[in-house]
T-cell receptor, first 116, second 111 residues
Framework: GAVVSQHPSRVICKSGTSVKIECRSLDFQATTMFWYRQFPKQSLMLMATSNEGSKATYEQGVEKDKFLINHASLTLSTLTVTSAHPEDSSFYIC????????????FGPGTRLTVT | GEDVEQSLFLSVREGDSSVINCTYTDSSSTYLYWYKQEPGAGLQLLTY?????DMKQDQRLTVLLNKKDKHLSLRIADTQTGDSAIYFC???????????FGQGTTLQVKP
């Protein structure tokens, strides 16, 4: 149980375009989903927290207009990187937690975004 | 403030025990976690400990928590080459669910 998937696993896009990353909880209802960003050989940086049906809460320094987060259902959250630039290239990881698992967060496998 | 620190690298021989250490600053943390990340992959929850516990054992894994010193450790018994990965400790407060991660410790297991 507690499986979280992400799609795509890798994406390459041109500078100026937008790219959408999906995060799904496959076998539980995720009341809260989190989006993280990880640079090479560095820790995870929390970008935003989203509760189903509510607007996402962004961490300080994260541009909400650039990183659009939607959590429209209990099993799906999306992160859209708008007008991507090379500095947005990174490893994006989502996590999810649900009532049945208490405070445990389960992580997706991550999405490698490369902006050329 | 919120700060979690780990040493960056640990090298052990196969069959030895590994001890990965972590310190944190937020005394109001409720849960402390250990995650494992293999190259190019997401994070796998290994174990966690509630802040009112001193120790938790789960097969080859032993977590020790010294709340007074705000020190957390993960001991892996009989370390195997498959244990080579980056290990992150993290803390959270129950009301926010936010995880604050350490920098990660790269564990290298030599045959």
């Amino acid at each position: 149980g507690a499986v979280v998937s992400q799609h795509p696993s890798r994406v390459i896009c041109k500078s100026g375009t937008s790219v959408k990353i999906e995060c799904r909880s496959l076998d539980f209802q995720a009341t809260t989903m989190f989006w993280y960003r990880q640079f090479p050989k560095q820790s995870l940086m929390l970008m935003a927290t989203s509760n189903e049906g509510s607007k996402a809460t962004y961490e300080q320094g994260v541009e909400k207009d650039k990183f659009l987060i939607n959590h429209a259902s209990l099993t799906l959250s999306t992160l859209t990187v708008t007008s991507a630039h090379p500095e947005d290239s990174s490893f994006y990881i989502c996590s999810a937690r649900g009532v049945e698992f208490g405070y445990e967060q389960y992580f997706g496998p991550g999405t490698r975004l490369t902006v050329t | 403030g919120e700060d979690v620190e780990q040493s960056l690298f640990l090298s052990v021989r196969e069959g030895d025990s590994s001890v990965i250490n972590c310190t944190y600053t937020d005394s109001s943390s409720t849960y402390l976690y250990w995650y494992k990340q293999e190259p190019g992959a997401g994070l796998q929850l290994l174990t966690y400990i509630f802040s009112n516990m001193d120790m938790k054992q789960d097969q080859r894994l032993t977590v020790l928590l010294n709340k007074k010193d705000k020190h957390l450790s993960l001991r892996i018994a009989d370390t195997q080459t498959g244990d080579s990965a980056i290990y992150f400790c993290a803390e959270t407060k129950s009301n926010t669910g936010k995880l604050i991660f350490g920098q990660g410790t790269t564990l290298q297991v030599k045959p």
